[in-house]
């Protein structure tokens, strides 16, 4: 499949062995992809060099290969896709993700996580906080919080506070190449904010590997943050295949919406955030997406497939739908589109949303308790739940799905 055409010379279009499970390669740590083209290298399609110049305004197809169009049939197929998909997000729009730095160790104590890392005769040392819950049973689920959680905490689960600004930091656009991840890569490593947080936390869970005296279980972790960190959530989760569960809060355009919706919308003369608008405000995107932000079509994928990159693991969205600049529509749209990654994986009840609105922004509301009790109950506590929820409280804001989405789910065997 890797003929001519394909950019071998471009270390980030080529797919080796551990780029279907970024993040984990260095712990040998199960991931869910568990096929044959995650473990063996070639055996998956480079991404060819012309990824990007076919124009498609819906929402491309999750199921069909970037190149020759061919179809994802089977779920070895998918891996293949899902480590395809990994890589355009990385060439396009997020940055390159690096792996497991040289040099890796860490410390705990007091609540207090201490990580070091190492590359390339540079290093640097970040911390977590771990508040352990004062119910419950050791060893005990976890909920990672990208700058802080600002969703209720359950019962019995321990929050590992993730100062994502120290590793990247995101005030405005001259942010850009600094942070600690940037002192050890360099400032001018093309990993967005949300790519270099991505990475801190694959790190914070590599240490806590090699510290089986914190009482945190890592096979039941959740990762979760709000607006600009609930965008940074969502990545971490589709890129970190040790995350049980991923809950992006109210992320809206550049999380938990569609480029393409989102312009639509602002096309129809609704204030929402755009690509755009994005590159301009902050430095959450690589600088490589500022050429794509004006012609946003020529993407060979939209968040939807972001949310793909999650599934099978659990994935629950949760939405304000109150702020029009979050993109209500794009949200309902982007999201309730990614759920047919889960179906065809036969994990339909694994994603769920919930847009309620009648909230200020990042107050998590009661009426929304029970549809996270639902996913926390079931990925966190392994408790048997109904996870089929797909919520809103405006009958989808005006998406019609069949303005959007031309293809069918297959059923992936
Ligand atoms: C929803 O996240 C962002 C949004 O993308 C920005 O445009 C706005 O300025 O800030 C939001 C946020 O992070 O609020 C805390």
Known sequence: LATEGHAHDEPQFVLRSTDAIAGEKSTGSKGQSGSRCSKHALACPSIPSNATTKTNAKLPNPFSFVGDGSPVRTKEDWACRRAEISQLFQTYELGTLPGRPQSLNGTYSGGRLTVN???????????????????????????IGVGGSSIPTPSGVAVITFNNNDMALQNNADSRGQGKFYQLYGANHSASSMMAWAWGISRIIDVLETLPQVPIDLSRLAVTGCSRNGKGALVAGAFEERIALTI?????????GCWRISDAMFADGIVTQTASEIVQEN??????????VDKVPV??????MLAGLVAPRGLFVIDNPDYVWLGPESVWGCMSTGTKVFQALDVADHMGISQVGGHAHCNFPSNQQADLDAFINKFLKGQQTNTNILRNDG???????????????????
């Open 299 to 304: 993407l060979p994928f939209d968040h939807h």
């Open 248 to 256: 992006p809060q109210e992320s809206g355009s550049g999380g938990s």
């Open 117 to 143: 890392a190492g590359e390339n005769g540079k290093s640097i040392s970040f911390q977590a906080t771990i508040t352990l819950p004062s119910s419950g049973s050791a060893p005990y689920p976890a909920i």
């Open 395 to 413: 009958n989808g804001y005006g998406f019609v799905e069949s303005d959007w989405v031309d293809w069918s789910v297959p059923k992936l065997e």
């Open 283 to 292: 430095v959450w995107f690589s600088t490589a997406f500022a050429n794509y």
